[in-house]
């Protein structure tokens, strides 16, 4: 067998909490949505399901699988993450409608007296639709972005595991608020029209295209930790290019392919 196949084979993390919360959350939600079902069966109901269960597995792949373990060996394998993270986990979880499923799941007396007041609470309210506005969604989104791949911060990030938890938990988080307002995953209207998701996914992928061409063309390594330490024949600099491209053709198509299937819907 290949070094490379091996390694690939036994680099899971697996981490015992983490895969525990995610079959915790996953149980939730089929026991809402089974719960849902009995009340009002919708043709959406098994896509929501399959494309909320998805978006676990794709979570559990970016934080557990090897892609975790060679992120400090090679910038592809950190990029391939970061784009599970940002760009695909997100929008599969909302394409669920997540909401009343896990609070149908959870216990009732629970969600009546413990969850209720605090989800009516009309504060929190405010911060949500606020948070989830494209211009703030689209702008935490950016900002997150960018910081976090600033050399030295990044680099941090490689250093050190808590502040390399802080950037996944960045890249997740505001990729969950900036797909929001495109999948609108709350019932009833929603706040902001629809045409509001194009621009937003537009300027995504500008933003993905800038990004991964300043990987390809630089003309200078990025992250000098990864000249240091090297697990293949690739050199740096290809490791980088690898990178750049991973993040500019399949990001372009996670931007281009909903943003098409939009405007059809609205002409």
């Known amino acids: 067998m290949s070094p490379v196949v091996n390694a690939a084979l036994t680099s899971w993390t697996l981490n015992p909490g983490l895969i525990a919360l995610l079959l915790a959350i996953a149980a939730v939600y089929v026991r809402g949505w089974v719960r849902g079902r009995r009340l009002l069966r919708g043709e959406k109901d098994p896509f929501r399901l399959g494309a909320f269960l998805a978006g676990l597995v794709i979570l559990f792949l970016a934080t557990e699988s090897p892609l975790d373990t060679f992120d400090s060996l090679f910038l592809s394998a950190h990029m391939a993450q970061h784009l599970l993270l940002m760009m ?16 149908r799941g959870l216990p009732r007396t629970f969600v009546k007296e413990g969850l209720g007041p605090f989800l ?12 989830t506005a494209p211009p703030v969604a689209l702008l935490a989104f950016t900002v997150s972005t960018v910081v976090w791949h600033l050399p030295r911060v990044y680099e941090l990030a490689l250093r050190s595991p808590s502040w390399h938890g802080a950037q ?6 505001t990729g969950i608020l900036f797909w ?3 999948v609108q995953p709350m019932p009833g209207k929603a706040p902001w029209p629809r045409w509001t998701a194009i621009p937003m996914l537009l300027f995504g992928d500008i933003l993905n295209t800038a990004l991964s061409a300043f990987f390809v063309f630089s003309g200078r390594l990025l992250y000098p930790v990864y000249e240091t330490v090297r697990a293949s024949q690739m050199g740096p600099r290809e490791d980088q290019i690898a990178a750049g491209l ?5 990001g372009s198509i996670i931007y281009i392919v909903p943003a098409f299937i ?5 002409v």
């Open 168 to 173: 996944h938990a960045s890249f997740f988080w």
């Open 262 to 266: 939009i405007v059809v819907r609205l």
């Open 88 to 103: 695909v986990a997100p929008p599969f979880l909302l394409l669920g409608h997540p909401m009343l499923p896990l609070l």
């Open 180 to 182: 929001w307002p495109i």
């Open 120 to 131: 009516s609470w009309p504060l929190l309210q405010r911060v949500l639709k606020s948070l």
């Open 246 to 250: 991973i993040m500019w053709v399949p």
